[in-house]
């Protein structure tokens, strides 16, 4: 977990009570075990990094060799949850507010990437455009929004 405070920083107090709960549907399995040499954001000639899914969800992954991209959701598990300002650079001299900014320190710490899909395995995906510590919980997958035309009727607002 990340507890360093920089110059100039603010935390506030997290509430006990969630208000959501969130299942975790994998693991991500990339070559970052320390945070210093996790790129800040994953870039699609990156390494490849293994996703490997859960059970029951497995069967989840069924038609998403289809698309050449994705989107990812993961769950940044190793940071404070309680920074409202942040001194990203550390040197005591800009500050952003959280929302702000796509720190992995945030209320809620979700991070998204899109990745391009390497290839699809029993149970598990291989992606390159990760950013994130090896063993990640990983919370979603969705077709990239580019790529993906959807699959149920039109709807009157969608013109
Ligand atoms: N691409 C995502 C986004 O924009 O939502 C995440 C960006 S975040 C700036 C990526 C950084 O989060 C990494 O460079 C690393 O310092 C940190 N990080 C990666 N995995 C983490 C984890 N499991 N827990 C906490 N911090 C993590």
Redesign the pocket.
């Known amino acids: 977990m990340?507890t360093r405070l920089r110059a100039g920083e603010v935390v506030t107090e997290t509430p006990e009570a969630h208000d959501a709960g969130l299942l975790f549907i994998g693991r991500i399995c990339t070559p970052?075990t320390r945070?210093?040499d996790?790129?800040?954001?994953?870039r699609l000639d990156g390494p490849d990094c293994r996703i490997e899914v859960f059970e029951p969800w497995q069967a989840a992954l069924e038609g998403i060799g289809a698309y050449a991209h994705l989107e990812l959701l993961?769950?940044?598990?190793?940071?404070r949850r309680d920074l409202v300002r942040q001194n990203p650079k550390g040197d005591g001299t800009r500050y952003f507010g959280t929302f702000a900014l796509?720190?992995?320190q945030r209320p809620n710490?979700?991070?998204?990437?899109q990745v391009r899909l390497v290839a699809v395995e029993p149970g598990a995906l291989v992606v390159r455009g990760l950013?994130?510590?090896d063993?990640?919980p990983l919370i979603d997958i969705k077709p990239d929004r580019c790529e993906f035309t959807p699959k149920a009727p039109m709807k009157p607002a969608d013109g």
Do not use: A, F, N, V
């Open positions: 990340e970052w945070r210093e996790c790129p800040r954001q994953g993961y769950w940044l598990d190793r940071s796509r720190s992995p710490p979700i991070g998204t990437s950013d994130c510590l063993g990640t």
